[in-house]
């Protein structure tokens, strides 16, 4: 299996910063990488797909980029409602697997 | 809107089953890939299995291959998840999800039932 692997684990920012996530895939997938938002006894949300694509409602504050095997999630500036925990997914082949999440947290 | 309920979780012993369904609405079901995706407590995402719209096609992780069947009913906007032989290792909040339009992505989540395998 394709193993997602997400850095850093957490993060502590404040309202206003710049946050960058990164995934690292353990083989090349293409483009064919998701992200996805869970807040606190939530289900997670789509935010992007394709890499890059954003999904409908999603504020544009959230973007994504790579190819291949790294890929990045960037916030480009922190709002209240964003402090949560962050997933990878790839769907390049079977079995679709997730990262092992990156904690957004209030500095 | 997009409504998607889990029910069927609960307690079970190691050896056990259970069956997982999930109610959908707010769309056409019959359309659209669905999929099942568990969560253990504290822990990360795992997507589990998976089917197509017709139920022609359905595809699993390996470690519950031969033991979970993913199944639905388009006449009653259900999907279901038959878990057989579960191991403590499954426990997990389940979560019953609509793939997007691509079929790889998961667009609208339900909220969760939780498997708790324990004797």
């Known amino acids: 299996a394709i193993r997602m692997t997400q850095s850093p684990s957490s993060i502590s920012a404040s309202t206003g910063d710049r946050v960058t996530i990164t995934c690292r895939a353990s083989?090349?997938?293409?483009?064919?990488v998701a992200w996805y938002q869970q807040k606190p006894g939530k289900a997670p949300q789509l935010l992007i797909y394709?890499?890059?694509i954003l999904q409908s409602g999603v504020p544009s504050r959230f973007s994504g980029s790579g190819s291949g095997t790294d890929f990045t999630l960037t916030i480009s500036s922190l709002q209240s409602e964003d402090f949560a925990i962050y997933f990878c997914?790839?769907?390049?082949?079977?079995?679709?697997?997730f990262g092992q999440g990156t904690e957004v947290e209030i500095k | 809107e997009v409504q998607l309920v889990e029910s069927g979780g609960g307690l079970v012993q190691p050896g056990g089953s259970l069956r997982l369904s999930c109610a959908a609405s707010?769309?056409?079901?019959?359309?659209?890939?669905m999929t099942w995706v568990r969560q253990s407590p504290g822990k990360g995402l795992e997507w589990v299995a998976n089917?197509?719209?017709?139920?022609?096609?359905?595809n699993y992780v390996d470690s519950v291959k031969g033991r979970f069947t993913i199944s639905r009913d388009d006449a009653k906007n259900s999907l279901y998840l038959q878990m057989n032989s579960l191991r403590a290792e499954d426990t997990a909040l389940y979560y019953c999800?609509?793939?997007?339009?691509?079929?790889?992505?998961?667009?609208?989540w339900g909220q969760g039932t939780l498997v708790t395998v324990s004797s």
């Open positions: 083989q090349h997938i293409s483009n064919y």
């Open positions: 394709a890499a890059y």
């Open positions: 707010g769309f056409t079901f019959s359309t659209y890939w």
């Open positions: 997914q790839q769907y390049y082949t079977y079995p679709w697997t």
């Open positions: 999800a609509r793939c997007s339009g691509s079929g790889s992505t998961f667009d609208y």
């Open positions: 089917i197509k719209q017709d139920g022609s096609e359905k």
